[in-house]
T-cell receptor
Framework: DTGVSQDPRHKITKRGQNVTFRCDPI?????LYWYRQTLGQGPEFLTY????????KSRLLSDRFSAERPKGSFSTLEIQRTEQGDSAMYLC??????????????FGPGTRLTVL | AQSVTQPDIHITVSEGASLELRCNYS??????LFWYVQSPGQGLQLLLK??????LVQGIKGFEAEFKRSQSSFNLRKPSVHWSDAAEYFC??????????????FGTGTRLQVTL
C-alpha cells in the first residue's frame, strides 16, 4: 500500500501565474477529494470525484480553479491567475466505495503553495 | 450546514498525564465523526471514527473518543500521553454528498504540546 501521493510537495509562484498539482490516490480507490488548508485552520472541502465524474464542488472553488480526473485514477487541480489568497496547503484524499466502506478518507501529504 | 467547534486552540500536558481534547459538532442528521492527527510536514492520519453502535470508540495509538448525542460532543481522550503525541488534532464531521460519499467539515484544530 503506497498511500496517497501528491506532487509537487512545495510550489512557489508569482501572482498571476498558473499552477497545476497532481494527486495519485490509493490504487483501488474510486473516490477522490480535494481540500484546502490555510494557516491555523482545518482543511476545507473543495471538490469530489467518483471515478472520473466530478460530483460536488464547493463555492470555495472559484472560476480560476479547475479539477480533473480524466481516467478515474490520478487527478489534477489547476489554479489560473494565482492570487496571494490562494497560498495554502492543498490536500488530496481518496476512499473506496462499497456498501459497508465506512467512507474512510486517506490523505496525502499535501502540496504547499506560496504565491508571492 | 454542518460545523465543528474545537474550543481549545492550544493545550500543554506533561508526559504521562491524561488528555482530553474537546469537540462539539452541529449536524442535522446522525453524524459520521472523525479525529485526525497532523504532524509537521505530514498528512492527516485517522485516529478513530464513529458511524453507529457503541458510543465509545477505540482508535490507534491508545486514543479513544466518546460520542454523546445529547451534548453534540465527540471528545478525544488518552490516559497517558507520550512525547510523540505532540501534534495538531482535528475533529471532523462527515456530511453526505451523494450515495454513501461524504465530505468532511473540520474544526480549527487543537495543538498539543507535551512537556517532559
Amino acid at each position: 500500500d503506497t498511500g496517497v501521493s501528491q506532487d509537487p510537495r512545495h510550489k512557489i509562484t508569482k501572482r498571476g501565474q498558473n499552477v497545476t498539482f497532481r494527486c495519485d490516490p490509493i490504487s483501488e480507490h474510486n473516490r477522490l477529494y480535494w481540500y484546502r488548508q490555510t494557516l491555523g485552520q482545518g482543511p476545507e472541502f473543495l471538490t469530489y470525484f467518483q471515478n472520473e465524474a466530478q460530483l460536488e464542488k464547493s463555492r470555495l472553488l472559484s472560476d480560476r480553479f479547475s479539477a480533473e480526473r480524466p481516467k478515474g485514477s490520478f487527478s489534477t487541480l489547476e489554479i489560473q491567475r494565482t492570487e496571494q489568497g490562494d497560498s495554502a496547503m492543498y490536500l488530496c484524499a481518496s476512499s473506496l466505495s462499497f456498501r459497508d466502506s465506512n467512507n474512510e478518507q486517506f490523505f496525502g501529504p499535501g502540496t504547499r503553495l506560496t504565491v508571492l | 450546514a454542518q460545523s465543528v467547534t474545537q474550543p481549545d486552540i492550544h493545550i500543554t500536558v506533561s508526559e504521562g498525564a491524561s488528555l482530553e481534547l474537546r469537540c462539539n459538532y452541529s449536524y442535522g442528521a446522525t453524524p459520521y465523526l472523525f479525529w485526525y492527527v497532523q504532524s509537521p510536514g505530514q498528512g492527516l492520519q485517522l485516529l478513530l471514527k464513529y458511524f453507529s453502535g457503541d458510543t465509545l470508540v477505540q482508535g490507534i495509538k491508545g486514543f479513544e473518543a466518546e460520542f454523546k448525542r445529547s451534548q453534540s460532543s465527540f471528545n478525544l481522550r488518552k490516559p497517558s500521553v507520550h512525547w510523540s503525541d505532540a501534534a495538531e488534532y482535528f475533529c471532523a464531521v462527515g456530511a453526505r454528498i451523494t450515495g454513501t460519499a461524504s465530505k468532511l467539515t473540520f474544526g480549527t484544530g487543537t495543538r498539543l504540546q507535551v512537556t517532559l
